[in-house]
């Protein structure tokens, strides 16, 4: 898949901007320093001066300052050009390398990765309290206990324990593919909160056999624990997912710059001609005015397909 006809114009256009804009900007330093020599020739103590000497002086500075203020013009016009160009391509550039480039693309896949994480992860917290709850109902069963243990509050506590597995289990592999799909260099950036090692099925299964005053102390741990990530964790992901899409969107963009730098060294090397500033000023004053009507257009004609045959 090629560059659109109108993006290699619009690099075209932006590649004229940009060189008339260093020319533009290194007048403006020459200039600077022509002020700088013409203010050393100004006539000490003027009114001693000569009246030649000094309408010489003041012929030189305001012809600087003019020349000053038609370069200062000319050159808040091309930024302004300039400005809407990159807009224009950026927009393009984004939607061409969506379709052409996985690298690219990667990084949208690994936020809607995030975003999956995330919605997962809202269910954690009252898997927690549910774990939190089967366990002390164990140690009730536990503290009551006069001869053969009640197995049923363990078998309880072990569903719990299963469904707390599986969804860590989940959120392990969408953090196992998020990874895959990242780059090396944005792979320490794209975090998500590390998940505590939580009793399991297998402890569960362990406890059963415990003594009462080890089951316990177990249960007490395991009981704080899970109060404590779900209070702490209601703080931390939120800080920690934004941080991630953020980074996400940083290496998208370095990505896509990375790209333009090259489109644009090409175009300015093959895409442009020799012109004067003031050429290259109306001829994309004129690209703007025309673009624009032919865009209106088709915002037209798209809110009314029968404008066309009327």
């Not at 000053?68 to 091309?78: H, S, T, V, W």
């Not at 950026?90 to 919605?119: K, M, N």
């Not at 362990?206 to 209601?234: H, I, K, M, N």
């Amino acid at each position: 898949m090629e560059l659109s006809t109108d993006t290699i114009e619009h690099l075209r256009d932006e590649a004229y901007a940009t060189l008339c804009r260093r020319a533009v900007e290194q007048s403006l330093v020459d200039l600077e320093r022509e002020k700088a020599e013409i203010s050393s020739t100004r006539p000490p103590f003027g009114f001693l001066a000569s009246r030649q000497a000094r309408e010489t002086f003041e012929r030189s500075m305001h012809a600087a300052t003019g020349t000053e203020e038609a370069l200062r013009a000319r050159l808040g016009q091309i930024k302004q050009l300039e400005k809407r160009l990159q807009g224009i391509i950026h927009a393009e550039l984004r939607g061409y390398l969506g379709a052409i480039s996985p690298d690219y693309r990667c990084f949208t896949a690994v936020e809607h990765l995030l975003d999956q994480w995330e919605a997962e992860y809202a269910a954690l917290p009252e898997l927690l309290v549910a774990f939190a709850r089967d366990a002390r109902s164990v140690q009730a069963a536990a503290s009551s206990a006069a001869g053969t243990r009640d197995l049923q509050p363990f078998a309880v506590l072990r569903e719990a324990a299963l469904r707390i597995e599986q969804q860590f289990d989940l959120l392990d592999r969408l953090v196992a593919q998020f990874t895959a799909l990242l780059p090396d260099s944005a792979v320490m950036e794209v975090n998500v909160p590390t998940l505590p090692d939580f009793r399991r099925v297998a402890w569960v299964n362990r406890a059963a056999a415990l003594p009462s005053s080890q089951l316990l102390a177990e249960t007490t741990r395991v009981v704080r624990s899970a109060r404590e990530f779900v209070a702490a964790g209601q703080g931390e992901v939120p800080v920690l997912l934004a941080a991630a899409h953020k980074a996400c969107k940083r290496h998208e963009e370095i990505f896509l710059q990375r790209y333009w730098n090259q489109l644009r060294a090409h175009a300015q090397a093959h895409y442009v001609e020799k012109r004067g500033i003031d050429e290259v000023i109306e001829m994309l004053m004129h690209t703007s005015v025309t673009s624009d009507l032919a865009r209106r257009q088709r915002e037209l004609t798209a809110a009314d397909p029968f404008l066309g045959v009327r």
